[in-house]
Nanobody
């Protein structure tokens, strides 16, 4: 089992920045993909960014050039640096880790609110 703990959400003005963190513990040796998703009120959960040992890094078109995903393998932590935030980025952000057995683990979610 893998446990994920997220931090870093909050309230920020449009144009501001936030950095989200997601730290993993437990059976992390087989983790091969780390990612961030978000869900706005009344909308489906959507991919924001992922980093895979095999497939590299991918971003949603809406965040390209503004968000950066990174990982600290030694700390089993993935980060999402969010710059130039917009009102439409307001959502609950979730991290998700996947392992080579295709098991998936989700964080508890952290609220990001961007005021315009």
């Amino acid at each position: 089992q893998v446990q994920l703990v997220e931090s870093g959400g909050g309230l920020v003005q449009a144009g501001g920045s936030l950095r989200l963190s997601c730290a993993a513990s437990g059976s992390t040796s087989m983790i091969n993909t780390m990612g961030w998703y978000r869900q706005a009120p009344g909308k489906q959960r959507e991919l924001v960014a992922t980093h895979s040992n095999v497939g590299g890094t991918k971003y949603a078109d809406s965040v390209k050039g503004r968000f950066t995903i990174s990982r600290d393998t030694g700390k089993n932590t993935v980060y999402l640096q969010m710059n130039d935030l917009k009102a439409e980025d307001t959502a609950v952000y979730y991290c998700k880790f996947s392992d080579c057995r295709r098991d998936e683990y989700w964080g508890q979610g952290t609220q990001v609110t961007v005021s315009s």
